[in-house]
């Protein structure tokens, strides 16, 4: 028995909790190109004081926030009526609803951003059809600015939305809503007052599992966004592969860690009070 | 109420249209004669026989399965003892530590993943000489992160398990180990198939922790497709595209056939 934990336990010690050691250890170091691996550990504060007053990496924190953000909202706005159509169509039918929500999830996540690549492009497939169309005479380029980036994360994390939402969705007594309209409420009323607030529990959930996440994306921004979309997953990679400066990129990763600390808790906590109830 | 149906009609039809057209299009898009893809121009296989051809991407290919297997096997292992540690142990030191340890991959940024580990085998190079950056690495890594995922299917399953099963083979005079093998460890069979394929599927995958500890020799299929993407569309990623989202279906339906019969099989009993 003693061995059953024991095992995992020094694996995750070792493999995760060390090297996060190591991360806040070499954060202090000093860039050292010529030395080999290329840090001269001590203490020195110089890589986070960088990171607190260089304008470019301030931009690159807001700007990480915002598209976090927004494409979190974004992928809300299009979940919750998903979840809400699965969660009343017929019982029979919402095992394969589901499942056509979450089979894009088994497929390559590089792939799926790459599809947008081609669709995106200037010359790409949306383009085409707009000027085809006549819709739009001279449509922009999409591909390389925000925009862009927003519609991948929404697209990579839509089933991580649908599914906490669904399953508060179709806990929901329904009753609750026919007493609200016998009782004079419209339905957009009732939906405010009834079925909204009762579905909470599942929109954190949601929202949480696609900003958690995105806030620290490299794969999205780096193929859709271009040069100019700022987002620190790219920072710290940058840094770290092109730049080799190693303590500014352990900087990066300790300040993304105390950034997520706050909503991963928050995540942790609901999940264990859902938990529980059930 | 009559809006409320083509409401969700709308909806769904949107959504799902959101989900699948960017993935269609690269599917037909493989098939295309044109080197462009954004242009059409006739039905061709060349794509097809191209990629059969390509040395680089064959070879990283079968690096990514071997480590899939390994680091899927690993981490259906450990994150069967982590699971069941965590459903039957109620107490043991550090128990807050070692439960927080093991969700906490799941949503650390891989960015973060990938530098830390990166970090330790430096620094065991260092000190140890040892190992070598390649297959071993890109496993120990993978191992790290889907062991969570394995731990939370079988924690999960035990969770709403019968424990009189248990306690009637413990009664009856077998050893614990003895009804671990014999009754729960066949209970916990669908969890970890399921943990297993999410562990193999999450490895084969991974393109960031990856490319941190791969080290210069070895380069695995998301590597590859990612340099080759970065240069811009390439029909013979659309191709491998069109081959991932044929397994990936074909898996889920043999998955939905076998629930269905075993469900039927229990209905009749």
Known sequence: MRLVIALPFAWLVVFFLLPLVLVLGLSFGTNSPDLAPPVELGLNLASFRLLFTDDLYLAAWLSSLRIAAVSTFGALLLGYPMAYAIARARPQLRPLLLTLVILPFWTSFLIRVYAWMGLLAENGILNQFLRWSGLVRNPGTILGTEWAVHLGIVYAYLPFMVLPLYSSLEKLDWSLLEAASDLGAKPLPAFLTVTLPLSLPGIVAGCLMVFIPAIGEFVIPDLLGGTRTLMIGKVLWDEFFTNSDWPLASAVAICLLILLVGPIVIFQRHQQRSLERT | ?269
């Not at chain 2, 949107?14 to 954004?38: C, D, K, M, W």
């Not at chain 2, 006739?42 to 290919?61: P, Q, R, V």
């Not at chain 2, 991932?244 to 898996?251: E, H, L, P, R």
């Open chain 2, 1 to 269: 109420m009559i809006g409320r149906a083509r409401f969700a009609f709308t909806v769904l039809a949107f959504g799902y249209a959101f989900l699948y057209l960017p993935i269609a299009l690269v599917i037909t898009y493989s098939f295309n004669e044109s080197r462009l893809v954004t242009v059409w121009a006739g039905l061709s296989t060349k794509w097809w026989i191209a990629l059969f051809h390509n040395e680089a991407m064959l070879d990283a290919a079968w690096l990514s399965v071997r480590i899939g297997l390994a680091s899927a096997t690993l981490s259906t292992v450990l994150g069967l003892a982590a699971g069941y540690a965590l459903a039957r142990v109620p107490r043991f030191v550090g128990r807050t530590l070692f439960a927080s340890l093991v969700v906490a991959p799941m949503v650390m940024p891989e960015v973060v993943m990938g530098i830390s580990m990166l970090l330790l085998f430096v620094g065991s190079d260092q000190l140890l000489g040892g190992p070598a950056r390649g297959f071993l690495t890109i496993t120990i890594g993978h191992v790290t992160f889907s062991l969570a995922f394995v731990a939370i299917v079988v924690q999960a399953r035990l969770a709403d398990f019968d424990r009189t099963l248990e306690e009637a083979a413990m009664d009856l005079g077998a050893t614990p180990w003895t009804t671990f093998l014999t009754v729960t460890l066949p209970l916990l069979t669908p969890a970890l198939v399921s943990g297993w394929l999410l562990a193999f599927t999450l490895s084969l995958d991974d393109l960031i922790l990856t490319q941190f500890v791969a080290g210069a020799q070895s380069q695995t299929l998301p590597m590859r497709v990612y340099s080759s993407v970065r240069l811009g569309v390439d029909p013979q990623i659309n191709v491998l595209a069109t081959i991932v989202v044929a397994i990936a279906a074909s898996a889920l339906i043999a998955s939905a056939v076998l629930t269905r019969r075993s469900v039927d099989k229990r209905a009749a009993q």
